[in-house]
Each structure stands twice: as C-alpha cells, then as structure tokens.
T-cell receptor, first 114, second 112 residues
Framework: KAGVTQTPRYLIKTRGQQVTLSCSPI?????VSWYQQTPGQGLQFLFE???????NKGNFPGRFSGRQFSNSRSEMNVSTLELGDSALYLC?????????????FGEGSWLTVV | GENVEQHPSTLSVQEGDSAVIKCTYS??????FPWYKQELGKRPQLIID?????GEKKDQRIAVTLNKTAKHFSLHITETQPEDSAVYFC???????????FGKGTRLHILP
C-alpha cells in the first residue's frame, strides 16, 4: 500500500513568487491536513480538507490557500512568497476527519524562499 | 481554540535510563492524544495514542498516561536505546474541531 506522496520534495523560489504543493493520500483516505514545520515552532496547522470541503483553518494569512479534488488529492498554494515562508510543508491524511482519527504524514516538501 | 504546551524542548538521557516528556492542553473537550516520532530528515510517525476514556496505555517500552482533570498527558520511554533519539511531538484533538494541534516538540538525545 503506497504511503502519502508529496511533490515536489524540494524547491527554491524567489520572494514575491507563488508556489503550489501537492499531496496524494493513501488509498481510501479522504481527509488531508496541511502543516508548516519550522525549527522551534513545531508543526503548525494550516488547514484540513475532507470530501473536497475545507473543514478547518489555522492562523495563517490569506496568502496560504488550498483545495481538494474529487480523488482526495490536495494542493496548497502560497502566493506572494516571503522569506519567512521557508519551511517544511507536511501533509497528513486519514480515513475520516482528523479529529479523533489517526493521520499519516508524507515526507514533506522543503520550500526555500530566497 | 486548543493550545498544546510540551516540555522539555530538549532532553538528554543515558542509554538504558528512562525518558519522560510532558504535555498540557487547554481545551477540556479534547479526547484524542497521539504521539509522533520524527527522526532526522524523515516524516513524523505515530508511535502511540490514547483516548480520554483511558488513563494509561502501554506498548513495549513506551507508555502514555492521561490526566483529564489536570489536562496533561505524558510519554514514558523505558530502557532507552540509541534509536530512540529523535524529535517527539504530542498532540490533541476533539470531535467538534477538524484539526489536530501539536506541541512544539522535544528533541531526545540518547547518550552512550
């Protein structure tokens, strides 16, 4: 059974550009959560999607957005990139909404903004 | 919303000794508490979880305890081994809110 797949794994962008990251869940999983990981800040919740609907959103500016497709794959987009957006972006998927259910992480997408 | 505090941020223990990581949460409605281990350069992986109807859960050298009254839960690792060196994250979630909130992590060093 394939795990959670995130693409691209590594990317470098320039300030002001935008980026799109992709997450393909484990087969049968319908929820996708996105987290930003930076040193010292741990895993900060961005948003969660279930059945193509955003179920919850963290405290990030509107430059961070996402969506989920009918096959449960999800994308997140960051527009007008800032240096502080440099981080590891992790997605995690589960059968149902994450509340009370186990979620499984992908390897993450390393974003460097220069 | 939910807030999870985790202590200590760094912990060094001698190989063979025990390690304890503590977390507190703010939302009394939280009822699911997973722990994840992240080795260097790898994805976080679930190592154990506990639900609010249980006070303690054990899996070989790993155990988690939950005190709902005090709103804190702890991870205990006994007979530590070099492969236990990693960053450990605690988390909490409750049914009304579709999100799992994580602590900031504890970097565990196992000393030879």
């Amino acid at each position: 059974k394939a795990g959670v797949t995130q693409t691209p794994r590594y990317l470098i962008k320039t300030r002001g550009q935008q980026v799109t990251l992709s997450c393909s869940p484990i087969s049968g999983h319908r929820s996708v959560s996105w987290y930003q990981q930076t040193p010292g800040q741990g895993l900060q919740f961005l948003f969660e999607y279930f059945s193509e609907t955003q179920r919850n959103k963290g405290n990030f500016p509107g430059r961070f957005s996402g969506r989920q497709f009918s096959n449960s794959r999800s994308e997140m987009n960051v527009s007008t990139l800032e240096l502080g957006d440099s981080a590891l972006y992790l997605c995690a998927t589960g059968f149902g909404p994450s509340s009370g259910n186990t979620i499984y992480f992908g390897e993450g997408s390393w974003l460097t903004v220069v | 919303g939910e807030n999870v505090e985790q202590h200590p941020s760094t912990l060094s223990v001698q190989e063979g000794d025990s390690a304890v990581i503590k977390c507190t949460y703010s939302d009394s409605a939280s009822n699911y508490f997973p722990w994840y281990k992240q080795e260097l350069g790898k994805r976080p992986q679930l190592i154990i979880d506990i639900r609010s109807n249980v006070g303690e859960k054990k899996d070989q050298r790993i155990a988690v305890t939950l005190n709902k009254t005090a709103k804190h839960f702890s991870l205990h690792i006994t007979e530590t081994q070099p492969e236990d060196s990693a960053v450990y994250f605690c988390a909490a979630s409750e049914n009304r809110d579709d999100k799992i909130i994580f602590g900031k992590g504890t970097r565990l060093h196992i000393l030879p």
